[in-house]
């Protein structure tokens, strides 16, 4: 069983980066897919990013790509999101997840283990 930790949230003016990170602990890392969600007030929980086992695949929500980079080094049991070019619409707390399975990677009911989650809050 693998335990999930984020940190690296905060808060930010729009137009900043933050590098989110995620620490497993527990289990064989390189075992698992790393999924990346997030939570808005008044929201339904949105898919942000997913990374394969070594890291050769990506996949991003539509609302991000081309502004987060998703990356894993399974030597250190970290995945890490880079966020660039926030915008107020970013605002949400993060969360973690991590499954064995490698598909399905943006429905985060095939999830098995979550993180406590990080709240990110961009300003104008």
């Known amino acids: 069983q693998v335990q999930l930790y984020e940190s690296g949230g905060g808060s930010v003016q729009a137009g900043a980066s933050l590098t989110l990170r995620c620490t497993a602990s527990?289990?064989?890392?390189?075992?698992?897919?790393i999924g990346w969600f997030r939570h808005a007030s008044g929201e339904e929980r949105e898919f942000v990013a997913a990374i394969g086992w070594f890291g050769h695949e990506t996949y991003y929500g539509s609302s991000v790509e081309g502004r987060f980079i998703i990356s894993r080094d399974n030597s250190l049991n970290t995945v890490s999101l880079q966020m660039n070019s926030l915008t107020p619409e970013d605002t949400a707390v993060y969360y973690c997840?991590?499954?064995?399975?490698?598909?399905?990677?943006?429905?985060?009911?095939?999830?098995?283990?979550w993180g406590q989650g990080t709240q990110v809050t961009v300003s104008a």
């Open positions: 527990g289990g064989s890392f390189d075992t698992y897919v």
């Open positions: 997840a991590a499954k064995t399975q490698g598909r399905y990677y943006t429905n985060g009911g095939t999830y098995t283990y």
